[in-house]
């Protein structure tokens, strides 16, 4: 464990404030001192944030009330650095020569203007709407940034943290690297080219303004992410309740990213899955290639690298775990920095010393196993699972195009490819070479099969289960055809749950439509359906034996695609499986497409003239914000097409700017309007 690093501060000209700033309110950096990694659960549920874990203390950030608890409970709290939020505050405020800390309305309106003026190689997509109703902006880097092309895609994003501002600094400078960079450096050229480079540098503009760790909703949206949920303080309400997260899952959804890097502040470490569980238990299935691009991006900024709870400590509902349970994406969470907001003269120092290690990264998402699932009837791009043995650990296609990419060192390994609808297909021996560019390329078509079920096919959330030294089942364990193999829902007092997305709806057919398989044990679990992921939740039954069957027309529900399960003891979840209504399938079903809207006449000086991508259902609006959020015009739309006088709600016309209009439904994306004079 590295040694504790104090903030370098007036320590002395702030003690004066002390007694006021906690009376306020305001949050010290203090040393828990006698604790340790197995204190770190009760001490986070005073509510304090802690930065550092050693082995005899640990450093976290907590205001008067905090530390009283603290003390109630027994530990000796020292203060390291009075009111840290105000030095936060005031190193945010700080300007230096080559960066600054922007205002959310700045970087808004920079990415906007990098994004116009670099548009044959960048794409800016707004991905939803904060608490506040801030754009969460992510930018697309590709030679063909319209299109979904058949290449590598990398996520990179930072400050989901709110107050951790040098981590934006960071990827706001990738952002003109990049842009700068195109076409006149090599090497920028070519991953530009060959890869599809995502950034996401403000995940939570609110927090970012105050600023504050958590969203306008007070929640820690690095605790709220699906994989083994709960158990953490500020959580939030569920898995993904917030809207930032439900933004951001739209974006992976569509995206099945080769690695996944979110970067954080307040230490200095590279942190790998699992953050849930310690290393004893359970690590993940393909230790060996996280570990070698960890001693790749540690090569460069000499951070160290390992399992999330062994090296810091424990948490739940994280990124990195989130999205290498739910899509395989091999995910990190880096902390670049000891300071969470240094002054602004570190930006560019730390931006440098991160910057090979980032473009190594895009470098190696190139190197394994790619390839494209197609239907063998028509040739049409396949949803499907792809799961490489020995590790047997999954990832999806595009649900587009049916490209998928996985890192893989060299070695020979099997390929299964699965997907509802269709006969499982194995590839044995696909070797990955150890020249060139360290790549092969396996295309596969499969074969329709009317007698094969409808399955559950990917995770949308969990409940974390206690105990993990008890339980070493994955969730992802119970996808797939029932093969006896399950995933152990710890029931009773746990009360614990899962939620399974079928991919396609299973629907209301004559005899049974839905079966449940419990691989073992006595227990049972009361099923669920849906049409959403969220709800609203109808009970189907109970499942209480090594099969249970269910007809959907018993409780009034012609399908649902998504099905949650609730133990009631400890249930083995073995499989999921739907009645196949398709006779021959050609295609699976695609995801629903979210509504959207089309701008005509744009820029504009007359009327604009709004196009919906579907049938809007009753009581559609189109919202008109301004550029600080605020709602300026709510249209009814009974129609695809709405013609807008642009008045406000007032009945006046809106001057001359830059507005933004987006359906009033969930994940709906705004788009971008320019009145003209």
């Not at 009283?68 to 000796?76: I, P, S």
């Not at 070698?292 to 948490?315: N, P």
């Not at 699932?373 to 949803?383: E, K, L, N, S």
């Not at 209301?508 to 439509?513: T, V």
Request: aromatic share 10%; hydrophobic share 35%.
């Amino acid at each position: 464990m590295r040694a504790f690093v104090p903030i370098s501060v007036a320590a002395a000209m702030l003690s004066a404030l002390t007694g006021a700033a906690l009376a306020a309110g305001h949050r010290d950096l203090v040393l828990v001192e006698g604790a340790d990694r197995s204190d770190v659960p009760g001490i986070a549920e005073c509510g304090v944030v802690i930065n550092r874990v050693g082995t005899r203390a640990i450093e976290a950030e907590a205001n008067a009330r905090q530390q009283d608890r603290l003390r109630a409970l027994g530990w000796t709290v020292r203060t390291i650095t009075p009111e840290i939020d105000e030095v936060y505050r005031m190193n945010s405020l700080s300007v230096a020569d080559d960066a600054w800390y922007m205002p959310y309305t700045d970087f808004r309106d920079t990415m906007i203007t990098i994004a116009q003026n670099n548009s044959s190689f960048i794409k800016l997509e707004t991905l939803g709407m904060s608490v506040s109703n801030r754009l969460i902006l992510a930018m697309k880097f590709s030679d063909n940034p319209q299109q979904n092309e058949n290449e590598p895609e990398v996520h990179f994003e930072s400050n989901i943290h709110g107050d951790e501002k040098i981590t934006w600094g960071v990827l706001m400078e990738l952002v003109k690297y990049l842009a700068s960079g195109y076409g006149s450096d090599t090497l920028v050229t070519r991953l530009v080219n060959e890869r599809e480079i995502w950034l996401l540098p403000m995940v939570n503009p609110d927090g970012y303004e105050v600023p504050t760790r958590y969203n306008d909703n007070r929640v820690d949206l690095n605790r709220n992410w699906g994989w083994m949920w709960q158990n953490g303080y500020a959580r939030g309400s569920g898995p993904m309740s917030e809207p930032e997260s439900r933004a951001q899952l739209g974006h992976i959804m569509r995206h099945p990213f080769v690695t996944y890097v979110s970067y954080h502040s307040g230490t200095e470490f590279i942190s790998h899955p699992w953050s849930y569980t310690y290393a004893r238990h359970n690590t993940i299935p393909e230790l060996t290639l996280i570990k070698w691009l960890s001693a790749r991006y540690d090569h460069y900024t000499h951070y160290a690298f390992g399992q999330g709870a062994d090296s810091m400590y424990s948490i739940n509902g994280s990124t990195k775990d989130f999205n290498y349970g739910f899509d395989g994406s091999m995910g990190w969470s880096i902390e670049v920095h000891y300071t969470k907001t240094p002054p602004a003269s570190e930006i560019v120092p730390t931006f440098n010393k991160n910057r090979p290690a980032i473009l190594e990264f895009c470098h190696h998402a190139g190197k394994g196993i790619h390839g494209k699932v197609t239907d063998a009837a028509t040739g049409r791009p396949v949803h499907a699972q792809v799961i490489v043995d020995p590790a047997d650990w999954h990832s999806y296609t595009d649900a587009e195009t049916g490209d998928f990419h996985r890192f893989y060192l060299p070695g020979t390994y099997d390929l299964t490819f699965r997907a509802p609808g269709y006969v499982e297909t194995t590839i044995s021996d696909v070797t990955v070479p150890n020249s060139g560019d360290s790549a092969i390329t396996v295309n596969v078509s499969l074969e329709a099969d009317s007698t094969a079920p409808l399955f559950g096919f990917r995770l949308m959330y969990c409940e974390y289960i206690r105990y993990p030294d008890r339980n070493r089942t994955y969730p992802v364990q119970a996808l797939g055809p029932h093969d006896g193999v399950g995933y152990q829902l710890a029931g009773g007092t746990d009360n614990n749950y899962v939620c399974i997305d079928m991919d396609r709806p299973v629907r209301d057919l004559a005899g049974p439509d839905l079966t449940v398989y419990r691989s073992s044990g006595a227990a049972s679990a009361t099923v669920k359906g849906s049409h959403s992921w969220t709800g609203p939740w109808t009970t189907i039954g109970t499942a209480s034996s090594a099969e249970t069957s269910f007809d959907l027309s018993a409780v009034g529900l012609d399908s649902v695609r998504y099905v949650r399960l609730d133990a009631s003891g400890t249930f083995v979840l073995d499989a999921v499986e739907g009645a196949n209504y398709t006779g021959i399938v050609s295609r699976p079903e695609p995801l629903p497409r979210p509504i959207a809207l089309s701008v005509r006449q744009n820029p504009t000086q007359g009327r604009v003239a709004f196009g919906l991508n579907r049938p809007p259902d009753a009581g559609t609006r189109i919202l008109v914000h301004d550029l600080s959020g605020r709602i300026v015009r709510r249209l009814p739309a009974s129609s695809q097409s709405v013609l807008w006088d642009r008045a406000g709600d007032d009945g006046r016309l809106l001057p001359a700017g830059v507005y933004f209009a987006r359906v009033k439904a969930r994940d709906a994306a705004p788009v971008r309007i320019v009145l003209t004079e």
